[in-house]
């Protein structure tokens, strides 16, 4: 082990390129070069094949003159705010069961935080899907049930319902990976902190506010990276809710790229609109840290 | 442990995680060659010398080992009978030739066309793939399949016939349609679960104590629409859902129930007597529409008022909240009684069967066709017998490059459709055979429009609406049906993307990649034939080919305006 060590930098840099070789190799070729693929694609008209003709910036101009696309974009900023507004319920969880101080409730609490991560997303949505049904949904059975038949609603297959109720898919919107995250921030904090608040009588409100949430904006950062890029690019529910509709109530930017490309053969098209939305998702995020770094220094 | 070793074991971990790397890539049978280079296949596909057309027969098949992968969207967990029916002819064949084997690759309908996209794309395509009656072309004139051109026009040894195509129903001439389909001329695919001489229907199935409870004379089904109207209005006046409806392909079908009954032969007022007499008003059929749709000829008729009008009245029919009900949803009404009609193809006739069991009584009755009482530009008939087949397996392009693979794909294919092994099949699947002479199994032989009542041909209809861009139309059919956009506005728009990509499609074929080429490859082919003396049968099929070939470039040139 000693003579590990004093062998010369070059060797020890050598040693660590080939430790990290593997890893840089694959995230070559799975990330970089479908992503360089992608992005050399969206300046051709292309049906997937062949016939690739270079159409320069044509591509971007038919995507900025889509008013698909801008109804897209609108729907899409619509599940982003919600998207960023429904964190705040994981960390209030998360606080509060960091407050259970009694160590087998705190476990019980974790156990069934944890219990959602082990089942499939493509249930949850199915079963959403079936809940949502008008005719023999769980929401309108309850309803009628409750006598309160006047008010059933055609959930999914309303045109003015259908992004509230794909948000509210999320309830009660406490996210299981970002509530281990912050329950691993707060964990991590000394003691003493909460002594000393305990000391200067912080009150439960002034404690989340002053100590609590400060202290984990650098998880809460991390989430909010996730978040934001899963709301520009992400289509999964939409794909098999709605598929978009009714007519193009649902659509977002990330399920046209993909009706472009799979149901269009347009796919220097679906190229394009993939970069544009990478794009997008990259300043979102730059402008949102820059926002909490500037907060964090304040 | 000093450096130096350390560095030769991680080489050795490095090295040998990237031979993993490889070793993990998807398997390709053994005889599988790789991908041709696209411009490659578009020559190599439209012809194929006769000279090396296989003829092979049970006991000529080449002695190696052969595992031959199919692709279908009919699975062994499949609630219909196809796959056993598949199953059961590849069986058959391992029996006679024991050095193949068959290995079948199960795909729902839903994201099929995606996973064979990619399957292309990587080179890793199954040798036969079942494919819809709107794929092939599509890939045939992308030169990923295999032009089973010459193989049709040679002896079959499990047929009687002198060749191949004749053994099919109808012959030779319901091939017309197909070869009008692609760029190359050529043939694609091997029909199977149709045939071109039965007006085959996707009916109606509807629950006669439903109609029963709506004051319905449950023997009695609708002859026409407006019969069907009274139907729909007396289920709906009874709290009955009339129609179980889904956001993805009943949109599709129901347009279809309601525009094709509307212009019939509509797009011949714009050609010459030439490209729409005898076979060619078939075979020239789609490139018609689409040079009629690129020069804005079909964004307007007299007729499209009436249509979309017709249509939008029937979705009132449809369940409360249908734009948000999936595929899978919709026949849930149906079987737990809430909906008294649902619409299915034959082919899923035994999973209904099964599933309805003694639940309730239940009937099937045909679309009813849309007459001069409901419109006066109603066609009033019901779809002729196509006289064209419609679709089957295909096959890889790929097996080209080992012709021992070529010979046994080809065999297996005429294996296939021999007389014996379509009458097992058709018997184990409830299914239709394109072969003639196998009988028609009685379970389904209510799915046949009789043939006096099936007229209409070469319908138009609503091909201005579904020939545009698939991403967007059936978002806009719904904003149409729900009363988001208007009559008008939903007109311009469709035809607006249908125009787009019609105009998109007719100046590839008279592009550098078009037509000009696929005569000038077709006639080297011949010239190779005339040279290697192939049958006279084979060489006029040729010149067949390649006059009609020179008809469609003629016809775009003269109708196409930019």
Redo the contacts between chains.
């Keep these: 082990m000693l003579r590990i060590i004093k062998t010369n930098k070059g060797q020890m840099a050598l040693m660590g390129l080939l430790f990290v070789a593997p890893a840089i190799l694959m995230n070559l070729i799975f990330d970089w070069y479908p992503m360089s693929e992608g992005l050399y694609r969206s300046f051709f008209k292309w049906d997937g094949y062949k016939s690739a003709v270079f159409v320069g910036f044509r591509n971007f101009i038919d995507i900025f003159n889509d008013d698909i696309f801008w109804t897209s974009m609108a729907n899409m900023l619509f599940f982003l705010v919600m998207a960023v507004i429904l964190m705040l319920p994981t960390v209030i969880a998360s606080v509060a069961l960091f407050r259970v101080r009694n160590q087998k409730t705190q476990y019980a609490y974790r156990v069934l935080f944890c219990i959602p991560m082990v089942v499939p997303w493509m249930i949850i949505l199915l079963m959403w899907q079936f809940m949502y049904n008008p005719q023999y949904g769980f929401f309108n059975r309850t309803l009628e049930a409750l006598n309160l038949a006047q008010l059933k609603q055609t959930w999914l297959g309303d045109a003015d319902l259908v992004k509230w109720c794909l948000v509210f898919m999320g309830f009660p919107f406490v996210a299981t990976n970002a509530a281990l995250i912050y329950l691993g921030g707060l964990k991590s904090v000394s003691d003493s902190v909460w002594e000393a608040g305990a000391l200067d009588g912080v009150g439960p409100v002034s404690k989340f506010f002053y100590l609590e949430l400060p202290l984990i904006v650098g998880q809460f950062k991390l989430n909010l990276i996730g978040t934001i890029s899963a709301a520009i690019t992400g289509y999964g529910a939409q794909l098999i809710l709605t598929k978009g509709g009714p007519g193009f109530s649902s659509m977002v930017p990330g399920l046209y790229m993909y009706f472009s490309a799979f149901k269009s053969q347009k796919y220097g098209y679906a190229s394009a609109l993939g970069l544009v939305l990478f794009i997008l998702s990259l300043v979102v995020t730059l402008m949102a840290m820059k926002f909490l770094k500037n907060e964090d220094q304040q | 442990?000093?450096?130096k070793r350390?560095?030769t074991f991680?080489?050795v971990v490095?090295t040998i995680?990237?031979m993993l790397l490889a070793a993990c890539a998807p398997a390709a049978p053994t005889q599988a060659p790789t991908q041709p280079a696209?411009?490659e296949q578009a020559t190599a596909a439209p012809t194929e010398p006769v000279a090396e057309a296989p003829t092979a027969t049970a006991t000529e098949a080449p002695a190696r080992e052969f595992t031959i992968r199919i692709m279908s969207w009919h699975g062994a967990d499949s609630a219909t009978g196809y796959y056993k029916g598949y199953r059961q002819i590849a069986d058959d064949y391992t029996a006679l030739h024991p050095n193949v084997k068959f290995e079948f690759i199960y795909q729902p309908l839903d994201g099929y066309?995606?996973l064979l996209?990619t399957q292309?794309?990587s080179g890793s395509a199954p040798e036969l793939i079942h494919m819809q009656p709107w794929m092939y072309g599509?890939y045939a004139n992308?030169?990923?399949l295999y032009n089973l051109n010459n193989a049709f026009n040679s002896k079959s040894p499990y047929a009687p016939t002198e060749r191949w195509i004749d053994s099919f129903a109808g012959g030779e001439a319901t091939f017309a349609g197909v070869r009008s389909s692609n760029k190359y001329g050529g043939i694609f695919f091997v029909p199977n679960d149709s045939n071109p001489l039965l007006s085959i229907g996707v009916p109606f199935f509807y629950n006669k104590d439903l109609f029963a409870k709506a004051g319905l004379d449950p023997a009695k089904t609708p002859q026409n629409w407006e019969e069907f109207k009274t139907v729909l209005k007396a289920l709906k006046d009874n709290g009955t859902?009339p129609i179980a409806a889904d956001?993805?392909r009943w949109i599709g079908w129901s347009l279809g129930q309601v525009g094709y009954q509307f212009g019939e032969k509509y797009v011949d007022q714009f050609y010459d007597s030439k490209f729409t007499s005898g076979n060619r008003g078939t075979e020239f059929y789609w490139d018609k529409v689409y040079v009629a749709l690129a020069n804005g000829q079909l964004k307007d008729t007299e007729f499209y008022n009436d249509m979309l009008t017709i249509w939008k009245d029937y979705a009132q029919y449809w369940?409360?909240?249908?734009?948000?009900?999936?595929e899978a949803?919709a026949p849930?009404?149906f079987l737990?009684g809430?909906a008294a009609i649902l619409q299915v193809g034959f082919w899923d006739y035994q999973y209904y069967v099964d599933l309805i069991g003694d639940k309730f009584q239940w009937g099937i009755f045909p679309v009813p066709v849309i007459d001069k009482n409901t419109s006066p530009y109603a066609i009033g008939k019901y779809n002729a017998p196509s006289n064209s087949q419609d679709y089957g397996f295909t096959v890889n392009a790929t097996v080209e490059q080992d012709k021992e693979l070529e010979a046994v794909v080809v065999d297996f294919l005429q294996f296939f459709t021999s007389k014996d092994e379509q009458t097992k099949y058709v018997e184990i699947a409830k299914s239709f055979s394109p072969i003639e002479g196998v009988p028609v199994p009685p379970e389904i032989a209510g799915f046949v429009t009789p043939t006096e009542k099936s007229t209409a041909s070469e319908v138009v209809g609503s091909s201005f609406i579904e020939w545009g861009?698939?991403?967007?139309w059936?978002?806009?059919s719904?904003?149409f049906l729900?009363g988001?956009i208007d009559l008008q506005t939903f007109k311009s728009k469709v035809a607006e993307l249908s125009q787009k990509a019609s105009k998109d499609y007719v100046e590839?074929m008279l592009g550098p990649?078009g037509y000009a080429v696929q005569i000038a490859d077709a006639e080297a082919k011949l010239a190779e034939l005339k040279a290697s003396n192939a049958a006279e049968v084979v060489i006029k099929s040729q010149e067949q080919t390649i006059e009609n070939l020179k008809l469609r470039l003629e016809m775009m040139q003269t109708y196409y305006k930019p």
């Design positions: 442990m000093p450096t350390i560095t991680l080489f490095v995680l990237t696209a411009e066309k995606e996209d292309f794309v599509e992308k030169g990923l859902i956001n993805g369940q409360d909240g249908w734009t948000g009900t999936a949803d849930n009404l737990t809430q861009d698939g991403a967007i059936p978002g806009l719904q904003d729900t988001k590839s990649d």
